[in-house]
């Protein structure tokens, strides 16, 4: 099935299992889908989680566990759901979601995702599964599978789970390759992935030992386990001459929410740095020109700024990193540092989602199947892998999975030749009934949207700063400015002089320039219209962010 196709299988409202080989655009697609529903006002109706902190973090959301209130239990009694329902806040959640996804699926026991929606079904008082939302369920069970505790029933993947067939879940195994270029290697992959590794795979595989990778680009060392990271890590920017800076993390929110955040996110609670150090970027900001596993070796540092320069030689001034539980437009906990680690190795399990130009990696010590999966195929080319290590482990396959991947193959060409069949006018009557359940109640929402401009507009009046409202509102920022031209279209005369401020002047003469360069008769005659801003952008470059040229637009034309 092609990303196009799911995406409007998405759209249409149905559960779906989205899956496919590392690589294959799984991500993309969510945030597709997720940003096609912000777009048509269902904010507050999504659940973005994920089985894994890590993964929760990459997607901006939080854990399925701490999402659905389930926390660490791994079985529910009457009184646990009597005292979930003494929350406001899981109500309130309960009460305007509409759809759940739940990414790294395979990560998630099977019990827990019955446990989780026995908790939904029952705070929506509906009889369905899962109360009636529509689950997005995504991953790929090749990958790393779920982690028992001492005590627990042993692991078992999550289409195990009771619930899982009564989902008629649409399954969207996605077939395209956006990661990988290089045909031996994904000849490579696929062997493992089908449990098919020949000698002449072995040969393909043991020619890469000590091999050294190819280009500019030195590669990330992959370990199974942190100490073997961390001691790397140390020693390495030990041997670095210079002096040493450190960048402490900062928060704000509700406390366990905050601890949540820092157990999963990658950067660092201190990160520590040298001119010279090696690091990864762990964030997504492609305006700024980098995403997450982006690597390069720190330019410049001191307590003013830290610079890198990536291995592709693009010069980037490190912003500081939010990561954010958020519910609706509302931010509930926060934390802020710089978006980097040191990258002279990481672990494998840190690894997944990656995609890496070039690696080491060490699978002597591999003790889960589908690790030695996850750890090649971060790479792009055979030419980018270096190996160090392997053991018996490292290249099998949980057995059962290929059983249940033949049939998701099988069910997809399914669903792909049925969506198909549809006629374009039944694929749009049904996507727009769906966004209607989804925001059942306009006149509900203007009065909410008029209400909060009210509640902008008053600290506005005060002179408040951008972040200091965002702040007392709960809100992001870039909502703060949004709710701002939305006032400017409707009173012209508010004042708002004192916000030029939150740009420096020299900035601010760059992005009134640009947009002059850019502006169109229809641009400047069209009542009430706003110029664009990604032709500013371009001019502009990785120096000036979405945010600083939408701050400077307020005063365009003004």
């Not at 008082?125 to 997005?136: E, H, S, T, W």
């Not at 727009?432 to 009046?461: A, G, H």
């Not at 005060?462 to 702040?471: P, T």
């Not at 420096?504 to 169109?520: D, E, G, N, R």
Request: with cysteine.
């Amino acid at each position: 099935m092609t990303q196009k196709e799911a995406l409007e299988i998405l759209k249409m409202g149905k559960n779906a299992f989205v899956t496919g080989a590392a690589g294959s655009g799984k991500t993309h697609l969510l945030n597709e889908y997720i940003k096609y529903l912000r777009e048509n006002g269902a904010h507050s109706a999504i659940g973005i989680t994920a089985s894994t902190g890590v993964a929760a973090t990459h997607m901006g959301g939080m854990t399925i566990h701490a999402w659905s209130g389930l926390g660490i239990r791994d079985r529910l009694t009457d009184g646990d759901l009597e005292d979930m329902e003494e929350r406001q806040y899981l109500w309130k959640r309960f009460e305007k979601a509409g759809v759940l996804i739940i990414d790294e699926i395979s990560m998630l026991h099977h019990f827990r995702l019955d446990l989780v929606e026995q908790i939904v079904r029952s705070f929506k008082r509906n009889g369905k599964p899962f109360g009636g939302l529509q689950i997005i369920l995504v991953g790929d069970f090749f990958q790393l599978p779920p982690v028992s505790r001492s005590g627990e029933e042993p692991a078992r993947f999550a289409y195990h789970s009771e619930i899982w067939e009564s989902l008629n879940l649409k399954i969207c195994y996605l077939e395209e390759q956006h990661r990988q270029s290089d045909k031996d290697f994904l000849e490579v992959l696929n062997a493992v992935r089908d449990n098919k590794v020949s000698e002449k795979i072995l040969e393909r595989l043991k020619g890469r030992f000590n091999k050294k990778t190819e280009g500019t680009v030195e590669p990330t060392r992959l370990y199974s386990h942190n100490m073997n990271v961390d001691a790397e890590n140390d020693r390495e920017l030990g041997r670095v001459l210079g002096d040493i800076y450190e960048y402490k993390m900062t928060d704000s929110g509700i406390p366990n929410l905050v601890l949540a955040l820092k157990k999963t996110c990658l950067a660092p609670e201190v990160l520590r740095l040298k001119v010279g150090a090696r690091v990864m970027f762990v964030k997504n900001n492609f305006e700024m020109g980098y995403a997450n596993g982006t690597l390069g070796m720190v330019a410049e540092c001191n307590s003013a700024i830290i610079r890198v320069k990536t291995y592709g030689g693009t010069i980037i001034d490190v912003p500081l990193g939010s990561w954010r539980v958020e519910e609706g437009t509302r931010v509930l906990a926060e934390i802020n540092q710089y978006p980097l680690r040191l990258a002279w190795a990481i672990t494998v399990h840190k690894s997944q989602g990656m995609s890496l130009d070039a690696a080491e990696v060490d699978l002597s010590q591999s003790f889960e199947k589908g690790m030695g999966y996850v750890a090649l195929s971060r790479v792009r080319t055979l030419a980018g892998l270096s190996l160090k290590g392997l053991n018996n482990t490292a290249l099998q396959v949980h057995p059962e999975v290929l059983e249940f991947d033949s049939q998701f193959r099988a069910d997809s060409e399914e669903d792909s030749e049925e969506f198909n069949q549809m006629s374009k006018k039944d694929i749009l009557l049904a996507q727009k009934s769906f966004l209607e359940q989804l925001v059942p109640n306009q006149s509900k929402n203007r009065k909410i949207k008029i209400d909060t401009f009210k509640e902008t507009r008053k600290f506005v009046e005060e002179e408040r700063s951008l972040e200091e409202i965002a702040k007392i509102r709960k809100l992001k920022i870039e909502t703060i400015v949004s709710h701002i031209e939305k006032l400017l279209e409707k009173d012209g005369g508010l004042e708002i002089g004192y916000l030029k401020k939150e740009i420096s002047s020299a900035k601010f003469k760059k992005i009134a320039t640009a947009f002059a360069k850019v502006a169109t008769k229809s641009e400047i005659s069209a009542e009430g219209s706003l110029p664009s801003l990604s032709p500013v952008k371009s001019i502009l470059g990785a120096n000036y962010s979405f945010l600083e040229i939408r701050i400077a637009r307020l005063f365009v034309n003004r």
